[in-house]
């Protein structure tokens, strides 16, 4: 896979305070893939170190006063330049930045408030339809599917996939579509993202989100206690036994556990074949009835 990356994340001292913003996960990228780092503040002109910019109505403006729109957008146009000559797949830009956030950059205030809105590189980058990504919401590249975080703005496709997790033995007719809709089952995304232990990684291929997992401490048929987030996991079937759902758990248990949580749980049915896959990433069967699994992986 081709690669754009910021080079402060490659660990090149581009930023504006002489330093970087080393992240091994784009390290890990530059080893397994093809990789090309980029500065748009250098690529403008701008010396390294230099003063802080933000931007402010409009205008890339230093902390003390001094207009440096033209270098920020000369650099961004560079930027564009070289995407368009090598034709990354991806674009992986630094947060926040006022010339690579992608979802935020700072408001211009110097003041460390946010708005969601993107760099001038970022901005052009994808007025030009290039796929770019905050480096924050990286996970890893499997083969050629991007596993990322799930953006706010896309947790309604968490109701689709539940309904492609329900597991439907041979023989048995689908239900309909609205049967995600019940209470038992809107209790999995409903309101999702605003209590915690709500995390979704996606599996992302050709710009299609073709699998997804997530978490939610909920009353569902996996609950073991309130702290305890249950997992949900779902591929598009013509996706599945490619070893993504695999990845996909394997990364959300090291997610879950970076938040603090100690154990997850999940409930599954006996004659499903994703059981082995899960005892596989670390699920052990605490409790059963005569139909399901109740299955905890101690993080």
Same mark, same amino acid.
């Given at each position: 896979?081709?690669?754009? *990356?910021?080079?402060?994340?490659?660990?090149?001292?581009?930023?504006?305070?002489?330093?970087?913003?080393?992240?091994?996960?784009?390290?890990?990228?530059?080893?397994?893939?093809? *990789?090309?780092?980029?500065?748009?503040?250098?690529?403008?002109?701008?010396?390294?170190?230099?003063?802080?910019?933000?931007?402010?109505?409009?205008?890339?403006? #230093?902390?003390?006063?001094?207009?440096?729109?033209?270098?920020?957008?000369?650099?961004?146009?560079?930027?564009?330049?070289?995407?368009?000559? *090598?034709?990354?797949?991806?674009?992986?830009?630094?947060?926040?930045?006022?010339?690579?956030?992608?979802?935020?950059?700072?408001?211009?205030?110097?003041?460390?408030?946010?708005?969601?809105?993107?760099?001038?590189?970022?901005?052009?980058?994808?007025?030009?339809?290039?796929?770019?990504?905050?480096?924050?919401?990286?996970?890893?590249?499997?083969?050629?599917?991007?596993?990322?975080?799930?953006? *706010?703005?896309?947790?309604?496709?968490?109701?689709?996939?539940?309904?492609?997790?329900?597991?439907?033995?041979?023989?048995?007719?689908?239900?309909?579509?609205?049967?995600?809709?019940?209470?038992?089952?809107?209790?999995?995304?409903?309101?999702?993202?605003?209590?915690?232990?709500?995390?979704?990684?996606?599996?992302?291929?050709?710009?299609?989100?073709?699998?997804?997992?997530?978490?939610?401490?909920?009353?569902?048929?996996?609950?073991?206690?309130?702290? #305890?987030?249950?997992?949900?996991?779902?591929?598009?079937?013509?996706?599945?036994?490619?070893?993504?759902? #695999?990845?996909?758990?394997?990364?959300?248990?090291?997610?879950?556990?970076?938040?603090?949580?100690?154990?997850?749980?999940?409930?599954?049915?006996?004659?499903?074949?994703?059981?082995?896959?899960?005892?596989?990433?670390?699920?052990?069967?605490?409790?059963?009835?005569?139909?399901?699994?109740?299955?905890?992986?101690?993080?």
């Amino acid at each position: 896979m081709k690669i754009m *990356v910021s080079a402060c994340l490659a660990g090149e001292n581009c930023k504006y305070n002489g330093g970087n913003n080393r992240n091994e996960k784009v390290l890990k990228l530059m080893a397994d893939n093809e *990789v090309f780092t980029v500065c748009p503040e250098e690529l403008g002109g701008l010396p390294t170190p230099r003063i802080p910019s933000e931007i402010r109505d409009g205008m890339v403006m #230093t902390r003390d006063g001094r207009i440096v729109d033209a270098e920020f957008r000369a650099g961004a146009a560079r930027c564009l330049e070289l995407a368009l000559q *090598v034709q990354p797949d991806l674009v992986v830009l630094q947060s926040r930045s006022p010339s690579c956030g992608v979802k935020q950059r700072y408001d211009g205030t110097f003041s460390g408030r946010l708005v969601n809105q993107a760099g001038v590189t970022a901005q052009l980058l994808m007025k030009k339809r290039f796929r770019c990504m905050d480096v924050e919401d990286l996970v890893t590249i499997y083969g050629s599917f991007l596993i990322r975080k799930l953006c *706010v703005e896309e947790f309604g496709i968490l109701k689709d996939f539940l309904y492609e997790a329900i597991f439907i033995p041979q023989g048995v007719e689908a239900p309909a579509r609205d049967i995600v809709e019940g209470p038992e089952l809107r209790i999995y995304y409903e309101d999702f993202g605003s209590r915690p232990g709500d995390l979704c990684l996606a599996a992302e291929t050709a710009g299609r989100v073709v699998g997804a997992v997530w978490t939610r401490i909920m009353d569902d048929y996996g609950h073991v206690d309130d702290e #305890t987030p249950s997992f949900a996991i779902s591929l598009l079937p013509e996706y599945r036994n490619q070893g993504i759902g #695999t990845r996909l758990m394997k990364e959300m248990l090291s997610l879950l556990k970076e938040h603090g949580f100690r154990q997850a749980s999940l409930a599954v049915q006996k004659v499903n074949y994703a059981v082995r896959m899960y005892k596989e990433v670390g699920f052990e069967i605490i409790d059963e009835n005569e139909e399901e699994y109740i299955m905890v992986c101690w993080l």
